[in-house]
C-alpha cells in the first residue's frame, strides 16, 4: 500500500470519517494531530498550498485534499489504485 498521511484535529467528525474510510480500505496510514500545535498547523497548511481545515490527506506524498475529497475520490473508483499504486 502506498504511504498515506493525515493531518487531523481532536473532536474533529470529518477526521474521523476520512480516518474510517481509510481503514475501511485496508490502508495504513501515518496521523498527525494537530490540536493545541499551531507549528503543526503551519506545517500542514504549507503543504496543503495553503489549505488550513482539517484533515488534510496526502497519499503517496500526494496531497488529495480533505475529508470531502477523500470520498469524491472512492465513488470515482479512483482512491482503490491511489491507495494500491
Known amino acids: 500500500m502506498t504511504k498515506t ?3 487531523t484535529a481532536n473532536l474533529c467528525p470529518y477526521c ?6 481509510l481503514q475501511a480500505k485496508g490502508a495504513k496510514y501515518d496521523e498527525v ?5 499551531p507549528e503543526l498547523r503551519s506545517e500542514m497548511s504549507i ?8 484533515p488534510q490527506i496526502f497519499i ?3 496531497h488529495v485534499g480533505g475529508c470531502d475529497d477523500l470520498y469524491c475520490l472512492d ?3 479512483k482512491l482503490d489504485e491511489l491507495l494500491k499504486a
Open 16 to 21: 474521523h470519517m476520512a480516518k474510517e474510510l
Open 33 to 37: 494531530d494537530i490540536t493545541g500545535r
Open 5 to 7: 498521511l493525515i493531518y
Open 75 to 77: 465513488r470515482a473508483g
Open 60 to 62: 503517496g506524498g500526494a
Open 47 to 54: 503543504k496543503s498550498g495553503g489549505r488550513s481545515t482539517v
